[in-house]
């Protein structure tokens, strides 16, 4: 388990979800690796489809998380799939006020290979993209586009100076109140060739108070794999890279005068 959690999670060895978004579907969908070989596509193992649901505790409440292969990618019509995750959480009165969100990070690469840095390389198809991806790590906030949204908060967008839920099937919760909720649907390339590592941090949006952090992910390479959603613990190698790409987000996508909101809390 431990050389597993390492494969997938660990280290500088080692993501596009990047927050699905209806209007770029025909984007997400389009498949990677347009050229390859239908016989390097043969002997790999067919993914099963079909979701679970995780528990998960954390020290503010209660986290429900739905994941698993939505729609399996298929070689043979050069399909792409969809990799699908639901988190759903409830905090306690008790632990707060105001409102909470999800702040993603993500990074991408190949599998068996080195994790995405710059543009050009899987997942990284845009200048404020690559400025966004943390430069050792791989590491990046998980925003469609921070100029659209102006917003570090999964899922919302800013409007009038308010953060507000960008689709239904997201919105922000609050203490004793309203669940905070996000989907995630990352693409699952027919080409048998995609790695993805993702942390998600619930956070207070006013003041950047941390109410847990679980990881996820999967690697799509001669066999599939998946990686049950996991609390980090303190001191795990992924929240250094989590913090470097949040940190970045703040230095150079939050820049004053840009409109953007910084992630609250880092700093002050």
Do not use: C
Request: proline share 5%; charged share 30%; glycine share 12%.
């Amino acid at each position: 388990m431990l050389n597993k959690l390492q494969r997938l999670f660990g280290g500088r060895q080692e993501s596009p979800s990047e927050e699905f978004d209806i209007r770029s579907a025909g984007q997400h969908f389009a498949p990677y690796g347009n050229g390859a070989r239908a016989e390097d596509l043969a002997g790999h193992d067919a993914i099963p489809e079909g979701t679970t649901t995780t528990i998960l505790d954390l020290a503010a409440g209660t986290l429900e998380i739905e994941h698993g292969v939505q729609t399996a990618p298929d070689p043979e019509t050069r399909t792409s799939g969809r990799y699908f995750l639901r988190a759903e959480l409830e905090v306690a009165e008790a632990a707060g006020e105001g409102d909470i969100g999800f702040v993603q990070t993500v990074k991408a690469g190949e599998s068996g290979g080195e994790w995405s840095t710059d543009r050009g390389d899987r997942g990284i198809s845009t200048d404020e993209r690559a400025l966004r991806t943390d430069p050792e790590t791989g590491m990046r906030v998980d925003r469609g586009n921070s100029e659209r949204y102006k917003t570090p908060f999964y899922g919302t967008k800013k409007e009038d100076d308010e953060i507000v839920p960008k689709d239904h099937n997201n919105s922000l919760g609050s203490f004793g109140g309203a669940t905070v909720r996000m989907r995630d649907r990352p693409t699952i390339p027919f080409s048998y060739n995609k790695k993805m590592t993702f942390t998600t941090t619930a956070m207070a949006v006013d003041d950047g108070r941390e109410l847990g952090t679980f990881a996820w992910g999967f690697d799509h390479g001669r066999r599939w794999e998946e990686f049950t959603p996991t609390v980090l613990d303190a001191g795990h190698p992924l929240f250094d890279e989590r913090d470097r790409a949040m940190d970045r987000w703040n230095e150079h996508i939050a820049l004053e005068g840009s409109g953007i909101d910084p992630i609250p809390g880092r700093g002050d």
